[in-house]
């Protein structure tokens, strides 16, 4: 004779399948939108006219990432890594488009905001020599490479009183970087840090 | 001119300097641990400074990389979080050598973010994480710095809090082991120190013992010249040697310079005692002549009378006298010396005086200041020597009057002295009275004071006048020995 807790289990479980497939089917969703969003914007990069070397490269980077993308579908942590990843190529080549763009009236403070950032992007591109060893990718040197040169590009900007310019091409490189780092989480096996007792 | 009255004992000297090296030795040691103190205060101080520094740094960047856009760190599991603060140490650190550093999280007690500018960090080991925990609690806005010291290892730790109540950043550097300068620089220091201080006190010692030794040696070789001309200082090594062979050169010379006086006073005496011989002889010569004239007259007249026979062999008997004395002048009888002691030599000459001193009624008395006072001598010529002295003082000396015979010990030397109550000797005659044939007796042979003095001489010591106080006082001097037993 079963009890009454099993009778209760065994009526309510296949409600309770029903929910958790849901979830599933939701989050399965969720990674689906991201990947078709991802796509768009890489579509809409790439049908700009005339694009230039680091964005030829960060397109291509961010193409590769999204194939990989479909073989991560299954762990959300990778998958969320590696989207993010090439979200942060897609943004910044979309930063190095509107740095193509007219300086427009000059700010107040412009010059001033723009040498805080470029002193951001500066510390983050020294940053990138780091996450390019842990992030496995084989042409990570390019990575540090284009986010160098896009920085020296921001840096001359400054120095020529292109301020926008400057800040667009800064946050380009810091956004390469950005890149390199969350692929280096995305291939995390470091152990976890130490506790203290 | 010396500003400070050097000490005249030679050992005080070495002492006085043996005392300043051992001095300079115990300055130099505390110097020396003044300046490690000051440098491991030095470096402390640098270490907090790069310590407080790096922290400013990293909550800087912290703050930073918090506001930066995209995903949020807190957002991230703890590995992820984990791996992007160490970017952002690595990157601070850079600029800082030898430091860690990282992120303190109080919530889980857990290090974050750990690195140091290579990359390479090592794990903490348990009593360094409880220091930066420590550190960490304290920490405000500004970075607190706290040092652990674990043997001769120091460890700095600097925290200061994130904004937001967040954690703590922290930097930590060591100053152990192998890679410390200050304990290396110590060892280094202090084995220097103990190596040198070790052989200024062995050359101390050892230049006490050389120096002692050697002035020592010295010392005994100049007594022992004092007493025997005749020795010399034994070889001696290095610059005390140099001393000793300028000793012995010198006595060399100065033997040499004394035997060509000799000779010198010989042939001056020579000439005298030619001219002595001369008169001496040719008076009994005369005599005998005279008597001989007489004779032959008387033999003629067949009227011979022995008186005149016996005056003519009187005066051939005072001729051979002369001839001996002359003959004992000339070459004496070779000594046979052996250590004795001189109060036995004193009482027989004074014996052998007696009959004479006691016709004339003259006491001889003996003083001696010092017993048991022994020389290498021949006794026969001292006590030669004593009759001399001993007659010319009775012949001296008024009817009843006292000789007194003393002895006693000066400078190394056995001084024999013999005092009369007589007259004395005039001033004009006294340069005179060592002269072979010098006498103001019409009896005497003059060959008695001369021959005394080769025999003081002979033996190594002198005999001289005395000119201080009433009558005449003679003293012979001769080297001193150990009494035999």
């Given at each position: 004779m079963l009890g009454r807790r099993q009778a209760l289990a065994i009526a309510l479980a296949p409600a309770a399948w029903a929910v958790l497939a849901k979830e599933r089917r939701s989050e399965a969703d969720k990674r689906q939108e991201k990947m078709q969003e991802?796509?768009?914007?890489?579509?809409r990069r790439t049908a700009l006219p005339s694009p230039g070397e680091e964005q030829q490269f960060l397109h291509a980077r961010a193409a590769a990432l999204l194939d990989r993308l479909k073989t991560s579908e299954q762990d959300r942590y990778v998958f969320d890594r590696l989207s993010r990843a090439a979200d942060d190529l897609l943004e910044a080549s979309e930063e190095i488009e509107e740095s193509r763009q007219g300086e427009g009236p000059l700010e107040a403070g412009a010059r001033q905001e723009a040498a805080r950032q470029l002193q951001r992007d500066y510390f983050r591109v020294q940053q990138a020599d780091y996450f390019a060893g842990l992030c496995g990718e084989p042409d990570a040197a390019s990575y540090v490479k284009h986010s160098r040169a896009l920085y020296q590009q921001g840096r001359s900007a400054y120095d020529a009183g292109q301020y926008r310019r400057a800040r667009k091409l800064g946050e380009a490189a810091a956004l390469i970087v950005s890149a390199l780092e969350r692929l280096a989480q995305a291939r995390l096996s470091a152990p976890e840090p130490p506790r203290l007792k | 001119m010396s500003l400070w009255p050097a000490p005249q004992s030679f050992r005080a000297q070495i002492t006085i300097v043996c005392l300043a090296s051992l001095a300079v030795i115990a300055l130099a040691a505390i110097l020396i641990r003044d300046v490690i103190s000051r440098t491991e205060s030095r470096l402390l101080a640098e270490a907090r400074g790069q310590c407080a520094g790096a922290c400013r740094e990293l909550v800087r960047q912290h703050r930073e990389r918090t506001a930066w856009g995209g995903d949020a760190l807190s957002s991230q599991p703890l590995q992820a979080q984990d791996l992007s603060l160490r970017g952002l140490t690595v990157t601070v650190l850079r600029s800082y050598e030898g430091l860690e550093g990282g992120f303190y999280r109080p919530e889980a007690r857990a290090l974050i973010g750990h690195a140091d500018g290579t990359?390479?960090?090592?794990?903490?080991?348990a009593r360094e994480l409880e220091l930066i925990a420590s550190a960490a609690r304290q920490a405000g806005a500004s970075p607190v710095a706290v040092v652990g010291a674990w043997d001769r290892?120091?460890?700095?730790?600097?925290?200061?809090?994130?904004?937001?109540?967040?954690?703590?950043?922290?930097?930590?550097?060591?100053?152990?082991?192998?890679?410390?300068?200050?304990?290396?620089?110590?060892?280094?220091?202090?084995?220097?120190?103990?190596?040198?201080?070790?052989?200024?006190?062995?050359?101390?010692?050892?230049?006490?013992?050389?120096?002692?030794?050697?002035?020592?040696?010295?010392?005994?070789?100049l007594r022992r010249l004092e007493e025997d001309f005749g020795h010399r200082l034994p070889p001696i090594a290095g610059e005390f040697g140099e001393i000793s062979r300028a000793i012995n050169r010198m006595a060399d010379r100065r033997t040499a310079l004394e035997a060509e006086l000799r000779r010198q006073d010989r042939l001056a005496a020579l000439g005298k005692l030619v001219a002595g011989v001369a008169h001496e002889v040719r008076n009994p010569l005369n005599s005998v002549r005279l008597t001989l004239e007489l004779l032959e007259r008387r033999l003629r007249k067949g009227a011979?009378?022995?008186?005149?026979?016996?005056?003519?062999?009187?005066?051939?008997?005072?001729?051979?006298?002369?001839?001996?004395?002359?003959?004992?002048?000339?070459?004496?009888?070779?000594?046979?010396?052996?250590?004795?002691?001189?109060?036995?030599?004193?009482?027989q000459a004074v014996g052998m005086v007696q009959e004479p001193a006691g016709r004339k009624g003259v006491r001889i008395g003996v003083e001696s200041e010092q017993e048991g006072l022994a020389a290498e001598v021949d006794g026969a010529q001292i006590v030669q020597v004593l009759i001399n002295l001993l007659l010319n003082a009775i012949e001296a000396s008024p009817p009843g009057g006292?000789?007194?015979?003393?002895?006693?010990?000066?400078?190394?030397?056995?001084?024999?002295?013999?005092?009369?109550?007589?007259?004395?000797?005039?001033?004009?005659?006294?340069?005179?009275?060592?002269?072979?044939?010098?006498?103001?007796?019409?009896?005497?042979?003059?060959?008695?004071?001369?021959?005394?003095?080769?025999?003081?001489?002979?033996?190594?010591?002198?005999?001289?006048?005395?000119?201080?106080?009433?009558?005449?006082?003679?003293?012979?001097?001769?080297?001193?020995?150990?009494?035999?037993?």
């Open positions: 991802l796509r768009r914007k890489l579509a | 990359g390479a960090a090592r794990a903490p080991a290892d120091l460890v700095v730790v600097a925290a200061a809090a994130l904004e937001g109540g967040s954690g703590a950043a922290w930097a930590l550097k060591r100053l152990s082991g192998a890679r410390d300068p200050v304990g290396r620089r110590r060892q280094l220091w202090y084995g220097a120190l103990a190596l040198s201080a070790m052989l200024g006190v062995g050359a101390l010692v050892s230049l006490w013992f050389a120096l002692r030794s050697g002035v020592a040696q010295i010392n005994a070789g011979v009378r022995g008186e005149e026979v016996g005056a003519a062999m009187r005066e051939i008997d005072r001729l051979d006298g002369i001839l001996a004395r002359l003959l004992a002048f000339g070459r004496p009888a070779p000594a046979e010396r052996r250590l004795q002691e001189i109060s036995p030599l004193v009482r006292l000789i007194r015979v003393r002895q006693s010990l000066e400078s190394g030397r056995i001084a024999l002295s013999v005092t009369d109550q007589g007259p004395g000797i005039p001033e004009a005659v006294r340069p005179h009275i060592f002269e072979a044939f010098f006498t103001t007796r019409p009896e005497g042979s003059g060959l008695g004071l001369a021959v005394s003095r080769e025999i003081a001489a002979a033996h190594g010591g002198s005999l001289e006048f005395d000119p201080g106080g009433p009558g005449a006082t003679f003293r012979l001097l001769l080297p001193a020995r150990r009494s035999t037993p």
